[in-house]
């Protein structure tokens, strides 16, 4: 029987006693989760320090600098650095103006034989040019480097109806072009804000000149990833090839359930649903049709202005001069509506699109979470299974030896009584007595008169012994099987096997703390970011819809001085006669029929 392992005093790393709080095993040195504060829904649950993430935190998998020290979780990279690896790094920990832009988007043939678009990258006074494959490229680098980081989202390709519609000229869509810069823009800005990304010399070489790309694509740290994230640590999955124990764990699937959740989980994951319900659904749904509406407002305020300005040249005087007017005024809010929408494009419709990219991101990272814990589970049932195992070879090893010291015991007594009874024959035969030799015809004739009960079993159960025996030499000389052998070589082969889960053990439930720990602490990260910029959207809506009232307020105020120098209605009553009326009286003048009529088929006030 083996000494129980001390892995099986942590049934489940998440069974707290206080919210938030794990208490410490004297048998797996794991990682702390912290102190935190009850949880509310959704992504704000203090559940993990930040100082406790940044401790954590390994170093950079280019191994190219040591880790950074840092005291909390900024919503911009960290400016008290000393120390750099390069020039890109130096630019964007030099203080909260650093920012990086995208300047220009050009069509090129550099490195390629068809023609693709090109975006110009300045960062500071360096200019580097990627195509948008490129970026992609960073950021499937940088999730497989970092799996339990939020990494933020790039716009999205071209759907197949735009290709459809658009054909060859989709790529070149000047719409698109657009978008894609201001996109990839937010994107690399949001890399160069976050406390641990900003550090990644993939990232800052992404930024450089003359860096080709392909070559960082097929250089460590990107070349060593794995092909399997899970069978790799969370903290710096390019160990993976010099941790033999990751071998042994398996790849459970995102469906498999847990035998026993983490709640701080299921809430995040029943949030990240809401959340991504809510802004893929009603939310873009609403936006669209708002955009749709603003734009055929707009689309009809240009034709209503273009006949209004040809309705004008018809006419004379006065009514000419409020008729242009007229039309400019509503030419004037077309072009308004216009900027408005370009601007809500940007101030909301984008960044909308954008969080529910991340909804989906956070989904697929609680996922990788969810099978690191499923992993735990599993290796922890293998390795209880192959104990069993181990228990029942170890029976079985011990009833063998028990017979076999049983057999050994019989195989001694055997040939002792043979050996004395040969001795007693050989004494006669070579006449020790006489009275020995005259007895043994009466002994033998008593023997075939009445044979003896002891000789004829004891040859039945030699011969018979000796030919089992060789009947069982010659079946294993030919099969080459050793039971004992086999069972040696089993209870050998189980006990190693029941090492190396140990290690995978150990290396997941370290996985699984520091995974829930890093995840935890960057969804709080990105609730506050959440939060901060929701509010810069809805205060950017409010600020456009003020702006374009008030354009619109100002053309039309002018549009009013040229009406009002139109001559009043003959059949309506003089202006002294309505400014004549005292305030607040309801009281008005009686019109007669035919004033009244006139009034209501042919007058207007302003």
Known sequence: MSNPSPFEEVANPFQTDDIGHTPSTDSIDLPSDGDSAP???????????????????????????????????????????????????????SGDDAEILIVDAVKTTDGGASPYIAYVIRTGNAEARRRYSEFESLRNGLAKLYPTLIIPPIPSKQSLSDYAVKQTKAKEDATMISRRKRMLQVFLNRIARHPILSNEHVFHRFLERDVSWSEVLNSPPLSQLPKNILKAPSHNPVEAASSPAYEALPSPSASQPLRNPDQRFLDSEAFTSKFATHLNGSMEKVTRRTMKRWSEYAHEHAELGAVLNAFSLSETGSLQAALEKTGQAVDASYMATTALLQELEQAWTEPLHEYSQFAVIIKKLLAYRHQKHVQYEMTQDSLEAKRSVLDEYEKNEAEARRLEQALNRGRSAVPETTVEEGENEGQGEDGLGTSSFASRPSTMSRSRSLPSSSDPPRSRKTSGYGFLSALSYSLHGIMDVDPEAARRSNISKTRDTIGQLEDALHASAQDLKYASSTIQADLDRFQRMKVADLRDMTIAVAKLHREWCQKNLEVWLEAKKEIDKIEPHPNQPPPELVNAKEPGSDESPNPGPSQTNNHLEGGYDI
């Not at 040591?66 to 005291?71: E, G, L, Q, V």
């Open 39 to 93: 949880q509310n829904n959704g992504f704000e649950q203090e559940a993990t320090s930040v100082a406790t993430l940044q401790q954590s935190q390994p170093p950079s998998p280019t191994q190219s600098r040591p880790p950074p020290i840092r005291t909390s979780f900024p919503n911009h990279a960290q400016t008290n650095k000393v120390e750099f690896c390069c020039g890109r790094d130096q630019y964007l920990h």
